[in-house]
Nanobody, 125 residues
Framework: QVQLVESGGGLVQAGGSLRLSCAAS????????VGWFRQAPGKEREFVAT????????YYADSVKGRFTISRDDAKNTAYLQMNSLKPEDTAVYYC??????????????????WGQGTQVTVSS
């Protein structure tokens, strides 16, 4: 099994940036695809971004395309979500997730076997 721990969340003004990290332990992250999801109060968890094994493919939700960038550093066993031009509607708890059953990136939460505990991102207007 792999354990995931997110960090880097916080309070930022609209237009600002944050970089979330997802540190993996227990197994090498290189054998997993990684996804980022978020959940705002009163809303369902939604897909944000995903990256394939090796980082060859990435996909983004339309709402974050052009503003967020997902990446991975397998040597550090860590994945990242760089968030720029943040908007108040980006406010949510952000979760990273990992899946070992497939190699291609996936937007489906059901694909992911392992989840972190989440990190809060709050964007003030």
């Amino acid at each position: 099994q792999v354990q995931l721990v997110e960090s880097g969340g916080g309070l930022v003004q609209a237009g600002g940036s944050l970089r979330l990290s997802c540190a993996a332990s227990g197994r090498a992250l290189t054998t997993y695809i990684v996804g980022w999801f978020r959940q705002a109060p009163g809303k369902e968890r939604e897909f944000v971004a995903t990256i394939s094994r090796g980082g060859y493919n990435t996909y983004y939700a339309d709402s974050v395309k052009g503003r967020f960038t997902i990446s991975r550093d397998d040597a550090k066993n860590t994945a990242y979500l760089q968030m720029n031009s943040l908007k108040p509607e980006d406010t949510a708890v952000y979760y990273c997730a990992a899946a070992g059953r497939i190699t291609t990136a996936s937007m489906k939460p059901s694909i992911y076997e392992y989840w972190g505990q989440g990190t809060q991102v709050t964007v003030s207007s």
